[in-house]
């Protein structure tokens, strides 16, 4: 098999149709076929990885001419993320956590979160296409915490509520039966959320999570801007509050354990059992 | 919710450098046993309201300077705050868990700090308590009124050689300080094994005297710090501070007992 460079492949996600060297099927029903390169006999799948393999060497080296690679990037296209808009005012949630507040943490914080995050992946698109695995890695830690802050906080500004849109209204349906289930009651979960959310050591996210795989809630902490799915694969947060200090500071100061209190005013209920419903059919 | 005045006059600064933390640095880390070098004071009660019955071990230590003395880069709301609530109450946590137990009884803050580390597994007494007492003990020091500017004399030179130029020196501090995910303090470092100047940056509470090393300055970066007066403008905060806050002074002195425990070499002597 040459290594044919004047004929790359215009479509790298079409699988290759390569003529296949001779082959002899095997007693179970297999086939083997021998490669020009070693003389080593492959199953078929591996001989096209094969050919896939060295077919994507050759277009490497061939990668200089602008055509293919805006093709290239075309077809990677880097998409950027913009802030969500809140589906109430900043004041709609007083007196749970004030208007300013709510200004300061969605326009600011949400933002920065945001701005970082699409300059952290807009410099591992380059990364990537340079084939530099360090910063590639590098990368890593910015990306984890400027995409977790922005995944955090959209799921956050939905799990809130004006008490008159429903914050603060207990669960009914499917989720208020699974909380009662795992929890004993409602104010249960309550209180161990806020007891886990006050212990939290320095910047973090309490989690109302359900777990997919053993479908259980759960309750879980998550450091720093870390999303859920770093505790587990199988966790889908349900809801999500905010201990890190911006979220509070200006109103209840260092008393997390009142914030923590008063937030339940406001916490959007409907939107967790929609979530619920979804990911436990 | 003040302390006494103290203007930062000739005295005062000799004030100031008595009031500054005695770390011993000579203490290796200790297994948990009793010690002899144990201090025990009444808790001191600044202005506060509770009458409590409690012995405390510690007490809050004022800043060396008015709460007002540090505006307009520091507020004295903020100051109000940060010192009189969270710090007071890092005290006061501390106090409460001491008195749980008796294993801890008779540490100094530094031995305390370190006991509770526990080799990178925090013991409850470290994080809300002890080290949070002992950083914005050192915060506090790091800070005067009239501060910023630059070093000079022999801190001025180690930071020239450990950093190249006292500019390249504030960039590392200041970029440290906004590269920080989450909680934590930055530190100008004074390390012992590579006997040299570094900055480092630290997560939640933690102290560098746990491994070792002898903090110069220090600088707040919980949010807590400067959220009331520079709400999320962290860039701003670091900057002021390096430029109006930071007390070279206190880092002098902090480098000059450095040095008793550290051999950073002949000095330079100037030529006759």
């Given at each position: 098999?040459?290594i044919?460079v004047?004929?790359?492949?215009?479509?790298?996600?079409?699988?290759?149709?390569?003529?296949?060297?001779?082959?002899?099927?095997?007693?179970?029903?297999?086939?083997?076929?021998?490669t020009?390169?070693?003389?080593?006999?492959?199953e078929?799948?591996?001989?096209l990885?094969?050919?896939?393999?060295?077919?994507?060497?050759?277009?490497?080296?061939?990668?200089?001419l602008?055509?293919?690679?805006?093709?290239?990037a075309?077809?990677?296209?880097l998409?950027?993320?913009?802030?969500?808009?809140?589906?109430y005012?900043?004041?709609?949630?007083?007196p749970a956590?004030?208007g300013?507040?709510?200004?300061l943490?969605?326009?600011?914080?949400?933002q920065?979160?945001?701005?970082n995050?699409?300059?952290a992946l807009?410099?591992?698109?380059?990364?990537?296409?340079?084939?530099?695995?360090?910063t590639?890695?590098?990368l890593q830690?910015?990306?984890?915490?400027?995409?977790?802050?922005?995944?955090?906080?959209?799921?956050?500004?939905?799990?809130?509520?004006?008490?008159?849109?429903?914050?603060?209204?207990?669960?009914?349906?499917?989720?208020g039966?699974?909380?009662?289930?795992?929890f004993?009651?409602?104010?249960?979960?309550?209180?161990?959320m806020?007891?886990?959310?006050?212990a939290?050591?320095g910047?973090?996210?309490?989690?109302?999570?359900l777990d997919?795989?053993?479908?259980?809630?759960?309750v879980?902490?998550t450091?720093n801007q870390?999303?859920l799915?770093?505790?587990?694969?199988?966790l889908?947060?349900?809801?999500?509050?905010?201990?890190?200090?911006?979220?509070?500071y200006?109103?209840?100061?260092?008393?997390?354990?009142?914030?923590?209190?008063?937030?339940?005013k406001?916490?959007?209920?409907?939107?967790a059992?929609?979530?619920?419903?979804?990911?436990s059919? | 919710?003040?302390?006494?005045?103290?203007?930062?006059?000739?005295?005062g600064?000799?004030?100031?450098a008595?009031?500054?933390?005695?770390?011993?640095?000579?203490?290796?880390?200790?297994?948990?046993k009793?010690s002899?070098?144990?201090?025990?004071?009444?808790?001191?009660?600044?202005?506060?309201q509770?009458?409590?019955?409690?012995?405390?071990?510690y007490?809050?230590?004022?800043?060396?300077?008015?709460?007002?003395?540090?505006?307009?880069?520091?507020?004295?709301?903020?100051?109000?705050?940060?010192?009189?609530?969270?710090?007071?109450?890092?005290?006061?946590?501390?106090n409460?868990?001491?008195?749980?137990?008796?294993?801890?009884?008779?540490?100094?803050?530094?031995?305390?700090?370190?006991?509770?580390?526990?080799n990178g597994?925090?013991?409850?007494?470290?994080?809300?308590?002890?080290?949070?007492?002992?950083?914005h003990?050192?915060?506090?020091?790091?800070?005067?009124?009239?501060?910023?500017d630059m070093p000079?004399?022999?801190?001025l030179?180690?930071i020239?050689k450990?950093?190249?130029s006292?500019?390249?020196?504030?960039?590392?501090?200041?970029?440290?300080?906004?590269?920080?995910?989450?909680?934590?303090?930055?530190?100008?470092?004074?390390?012992?094994?590579?006997?040299?100047?570094?900055?480092?940056?630290?997560?939640?509470?933690?102290?560098?005297?746990v491994?070792?090393d002898?903090?110069?300055?220090?600088?707040?970066?919980w949010e807590?710090?400067?959220?009331?007066?520079?709400?999320?403008?962290?860039?701003?905060?670091?900057s002021?501070?390096?430029n109006?806050?930071?007390?070279?002074?206190?880092?002098?002195?902090?480098?000059?007992?450095a040095?008793a425990?550290?051999?950073?070499?002949?000095?330079?002597?100037?030529?006759?």
């Amino acid at each position: 098999m040459k290594i044919d460079v004047n004929h790359r492949n215009p479509h790298p996600r079409v699988r290759l149709a390569l003529p296949l060297p001779k082959y002899k099927v095997l007693p179970h029903g297999g086939f083997m076929y021998k490669t020009h390169i070693s003389g080593c006999t492959l199953e078929k799948k591996n001989l096209l990885r094969l050919q896939m393999a060295l077919r994507s060497l050759a277009t490497r080296k061939t990668l200089t001419l602008a055509l293919n690679s805006t093709r290239l990037a075309q077809s990677r296209a880097l998409q950027t993320f913009s802030l969500p808009d809140l589906p109430y005012d900043y004041g709609a949630l007083e007196p749970a956590i004030s208007g300013e507040i709510m200004q300061l943490h969605h326009q600011k914080h949400h933002q920065t979160y945001i701005t970082n995050y699409n300059k952290a992946l807009e410099q591992l698109h380059d990364a990537i296409q340079k084939g530099d695995s360090s910063t590639v890695v590098k990368l890593q830690s910015a990306i984890k915490f400027n995409g977790g802050g922005h995944i955090n906080h959209s799921i956050f500004w939905k799990n809130l509520a004006p008490i008159r849109e429903g914050g603060g209204e207990p669960p009914h349906g499917s989720l208020g039966w699974a909380i009662d289930t795992n929890f004993g009651s409602l104010e249960s979960l309550i209180q161990k959320m806020n007891a886990e959310g006050a212990a939290l050591q320095g910047s973090g996210w309490v989690w109302l999570g359900l777990d997919k795989e053993l479908k259980k809630l759960v309750v879980e902490t998550t450091a720093n801007q870390d999303p859920l799915v770093t505790n587990g694969p199988n966790l889908v947060p349900l809801l999500g509050i905010d201990v890190w200090e911006h979220a509070y500071y200006l109103q209840y100061k260092n008393v997390r354990p009142d914030y923590l209190k008063n937030v339940w005013k406001v916490i959007n209920w409907k939107y967790a059992s929609e979530v619920y419903e979804k990911e436990s059919a | 919710m003040g302390g006494g005045a103290r203007k930062p006059t000739e005295k005062g600064k000799k004030e100031m450098a008595c009031q500054l933390l005695l770390t011993d640095f000579t203490l290796p880390l200790k297994s948990l046993k009793l010690s002899h070098s144990g201090l025990r004071l009444k808790g001191r009660s600044i202005g506060l309201q509770k009458a409590s019955t409690t012995v405390a071990y510690y007490g809050l230590k004022t800043p060396p300077y008015n709460l007002d003395d540090l505006e307009p880069y520091m507020s004295k709301r903020a100051l109000e705050v940060h010192w009189g609530v969270h710090h007071r109450d890092f005290v006061d946590n501390l106090n409460k868990q001491l008195g749980k137990s008796d294993i801890l009884y008779g540490y100094t803050m530094d031995e305390l700090v370190k006991a509770t580390y526990n080799n990178g597994n925090p013991l409850p007494e470290f994080n809300n308590a002890a080290a949070e007492v002992w950083n914005h003990d050192f915060f506090w020091e790091s800070m005067q009124p009239g501060g910023g500017d630059m070093p000079n004399l022999g801190l001025l030179e180690q930071i020239e050689k450990d950093f190249g130029s006292f500019t390249n020196f504030r960039e590392m501090f200041v970029e440290a300080a906004l590269s920080l995910f989450g909680s934590g303090w930055v530190w100008l470092v004074l390390k012992r094994q590579e006997k040299r100047l570094v900055v480092v940056k630290t997560s939640n509470s933690i102290n560098p005297i746990v491994w070792d090393d002898i903090p110069i300055l220090n600088l707040d970066m919980w949010e807590h710090s400067y959220y009331l007066d520079y709400k999320n403008d962290k860039a701003r905060y670091v900057s002021t501070f390096m430029n109006h806050l930071v007390s070279w002074n206190a880092a002098m002195i902090h480098m000059a007992r450095a040095e008793a425990f550290v051999n950073l070499g002949e000095p330079k002597m100037p030529i006759a």
